[in-house]
């Protein structure tokens, strides 16, 4: 540790101002960074001094994200195996999956750190942490055998369009990582629905759909039970598919305080009442749906521990937050029963709250301005 | 036209240049002034339908500027945009039926969005802040140049959508067989309206690169 401290030091003055390597400062203090933390403290003025920095908030969002990552490469193998008629054992089936993972983390790192150097050069700011955690998430929420090619134009998008053109990362209004599904899913429709794509290499006979693939279609006998749901024993995107696996990852978020309990609850909350309503009403089938089950199938728990409570996408305010919450989990059961042409929902339903997320708080604190302005005049004319 | 022009200014002075040259770039209608976005996303999924409906504007924009500074004096200011709507309407339906007799296809392809040329902010835009107040020869230049500013964004548009979207270039496909095979696909999104909003924004976004007068300062 001290000999690679020692060398850092060594190397800084080519890369501060006058040094051989000025230009590429941003480039070397993130390597600095990444491996030791920053010795910079503010030392005048009344700023609020706090061990976590953003590297270690995305770190705890990345640690968090381990054990959903770790079982659904073992769920890609398994699913694998079985499909073709020979069960793997638990190393076999985890190393099959390790493997068509690793290409696609590798690509959405490489291409969207790559791109957030570029623009950081160019911009002359340092590199940050945000793409850390996106590139990460993106090849989790996609299917196994998405084409390489096609992820790294997603990622190229989303990290451009999504983040930078905003000012990079902090100024984003809606969510990279969803960004880059919503670019897969409208540009390559192919690769990202249907049944044939959520089993690596499987066989043609075997079914492949997922829950909500066979919910869409009326195939209410096909969907697998709650226990196997709950595990994520089911075809789906690459890290998505195990509840239990996911609150693991939403207790570490809660636990270490980085993640936002309001706005998981309250997305379970809106989930929860909208298929409850359904319930009620009971039109067809897919109405009848046990509540519960659809928070189970799909991307529901992910989206609700992972991407809704990004704190640069959600909402700020306390009031908002309950409010953003609760109209993503009610518009994603609503996209899934109602409209025919995308079986999941919660994917729409974020980015679309994250569009709003703005103007909720603006009202949250008009309406706080206002019932205060009220109570003063009450005052000022009652004395 | 030279023949309604009394001064003894040429036809082409560098007044009347920038008049056709300035909507191309400084005062581009859909990337400065940010008007006409709507047929802009509408058409502009292949090119050939977004040719024609340049050819239209540049049409429809010239002519009514002619006409409306013609008859400047006579109008009546409190009735002056009926007025021009009135004469935009007409043209446009010229242009509706020479389309439907000639090219029935992209006629077809293009819809409504002929019949909304004349709810297109950029004629009567035009007509409002140019034709009103100028001779018929600066008005038809300055016609021609917005119709071209417009024309040339939409064609910009039209060529990157159909060309990753739909994998041709007017019609034709320029795009390899071996791509396809090696597992190329056109991109889906290109051909959805959302995509040409971008479009128009990474052009806003070059075009500012290279113009650095026309970022604001704030």
Excluded at chain 2, 93 to 118: E, P, R, T
Excluded at chain 2, 166 to 175: D, L, M, W
């Amino acid at each position: 540790m001290k000999a690679l401290r020692k060398f850092l030091d060594k190397q800084k003055p080519h890369f501060e101002k006058g040094g051989k390597f000025e230009k590429l400062h941003s480039t070397f203090d993130s390597v600095e960074t990444l491996l030791f933390v920053p010795d910079k403290v503010t030392f005048a003025g009344s700023h609020i001094r706090d061990a976590i920095d953003m590297k270690r908030t995305m770190i705890v969002v990345f640690i968090s994200l381990v054990p959903a990552l770790l079982f659904g490469m073992w769920n890609i193998g398994n699913l694998h195996f079985l499909s073709i008629g020979h069960p793997a054992d638990l190393w076999t089936s985890f190393f099959y999956g390790f493997l068509k993972m690793l290409p696609l983390l590798i690509v959405s790192y490489a291409v969207g750190l790559g791109i957030e150097i570029i623009f950081a050069q160019i911009k002359g700011h340092e590199v940050n942490e945000g793409f850390f955690v996106s590139g990460l998430l993106i090849p989790m929420i996609i299917p196994p055998e998405t084409p390489l090619w096609q992820v790294a134009v997603a990622v190229a998008f989303a990290v451009i369009f999504g983040k930078e053109v905003f000012g990079g990362t902090g100024m984003n209004i809606v969510n990279p990582a969803l960004t880059a599904r919503a670019f897969l899913f409208f540009a390559y429709p192919g690769d990202m629905s249907g049944d044939k794509v959520w089993i690596a290499e499987k066989l043609d006979g075997y079914s492949g759909a997922t829950p909500l693939g066979d919910a869409l279609v009326g195939n209410f006998d096909n969907l697998p039970s709650p226990y196997d749901m709950f595990m994520g024993f089911i075809p789906g995107s690459n890290g998505e598919t195990s509840v239990l696996m996911i609150l693991i990852g939403a207790v570490i978020l809660l636990v270490t305080g980085v993640g936002n309990w309001r706005i998981m609850l309250s997305v379970f909350a809106g989930g929860i009442v909208m298929a409850l309503l359904f319930n009620l009403w009971g039109a067809n089938e897919y109405m009848e749906l046990p509540a519960y089950y659809h928070l189970l199938m799909g991307g529901f728990a992910f989206g609700a521990v992972f991407m809704a409570t990004d704190p640069v996408t959600a909402t700020q305010t306390t009031r908002g937050m309950y409010i953003y919450g609760f109209l993503i989990g009610v518009i994603a059961i609503l996209i899934r029963v109602f409209n025919p042409a995308y079986p999941e929902g919660v994917m729409l339903a974020i980015l679309l709250m994250n569009v709003f997320a703005p103007l909720i708080d603006h009202y949250v604190i008009e309406s706080n301005i206002n019932k205060r302005l009220k109570r003063m005049k009450t005052l000022v004319t009652n004395s | 036209m030279s023949a309604e022009i009394k001064e003894r200014e040429p036809l082409f002075s560098a007044k009347n240049i920038k008049l056709l040259k300035n909507p191309l770039n400084f005062e581009n209608p859909i990337t400065v002034q940010v008007l006409g976005i709507c047929s802009a996303l509408a058409v502009t999924a292949k090119l050939e339908p977004a040719v024609v409906m340049s050819i239209s504007v540049v049409f429809v924009a010239a002519i009514s500027n002619v006409v409306i500074s013609l008859l400047r004096n006579g109008i009546p200011p409190r009735i002056r945009i009926i007025v021009q709507l009135v004469v935009i309407a007409s043209m446009v339906i010229l242009v509706d039926q020479v389309l439907k007799a000639f090219v029935y296809d992209v006629s077809k392809q293009l819809s409504v969005f002929v019949g909304l040329i004349i709810t297109n902010c950029i004629i009567m835009g035009r007509l409002e802040a140019f034709a009103m107040a100028n001779k018929p020869w600066p008005s038809f230049l300055d016609g021609i140049g917005n119709g071209l500013g417009y024309g040339a964004i939409l064609i910009i548009i039209a060529f990157f959508r159909e060309l990753l979207g739909s994998g041709t270039i007017y019609g034709y496909h320029v795009v390899p067989e071996s791509f396809f095979e090696l597992g190329y696909k056109n991109n889906g999104l290109m051909i959805l309206p959302p995509m040409a909003l971008i479009v128009v924004g990474v052009i806003i976004w070059v075009q500012r690169y290279y113009t650095r007068e026309l970022i604001e300062k704030n």
